[in-house]
């Protein structure tokens, strides 16, 4: 009898322990642990419970990591979204339209138009990789597109490379950008353009029938180094005349790399 009350108050003890760490755990507190030094059931219950308990702590702490990495990815997407211009625009004769849609919650792909004196800009990018450091360098290529559009106008070729030293000193060589830029006179229809390694537009001439697949025209007489890769580069450009009714269709690799249904380019 001596050895059986020993025994259950042993037991007791332990169990009672148990009891409390486990309302310790509904209350929060996953750092919890029990040391009870039994074999037997309650030894296999204790060390299942600090196992438990372990997991839950570590599942925990990657949920909060996990809830704060998607409110700044959130908060970065915000940003980003004000980098984009409206997506439908008429200035002077020329007419834009325009979509993006990022294949996740950031990204490197960015575009934008704008107006200096007679000339209208159209800018496109791509930065290398996905999430918030590509972002990040579309919002640094951003501000550098508005300073160069408030200055007075000059050759796009020297527009690219003055964003090209920027993104240099931004990146540090460690990201790069494909880029192209195109410069419309209003008044005459001649476009100016300069590309740095990026999918190059197609030229559409108007046409009154269905467009046909050599229709398109690829804009690819120059084609200079990325952005980002050195900083001395000089940018070749290239003109094209533009006639009433004439289309130029700008996108980046996310369009190449739409598949049909059945697997298809």
Known sequence: MVFAVIASGSMTFALSRLSVATQKIASGDFDVRVDIQT??????????????AVEVSRLMRETADKARMESELATAKAVQDTLFPEPNATIGPVEISGHYTSASECGGDWWHYCENGDYVYIWIGDATGHGAPAALLTSAARAVA????????????????????AICESSKGKMMMTFFLAIIDKNNGWLSYSNASHEPPFLLRKNDGEPKRDDFLPMNEVNNPRLGERTDHEYKQAMVQLAPGDTVVFYTDGVVDVKSPEGKS
Do not use: H, K
């Open 39 to 52: 074999g037997g059931e309650i030894g296999l219950l204790a060390t299942g419970f600090n196992a438990m």
């Open 146 to 165: 508005s300073v160069i559009t408030q200055a007075p106008p000059m050759p796009v070729g020297e527009c690219l490379g003055i964003l090209n030293r």
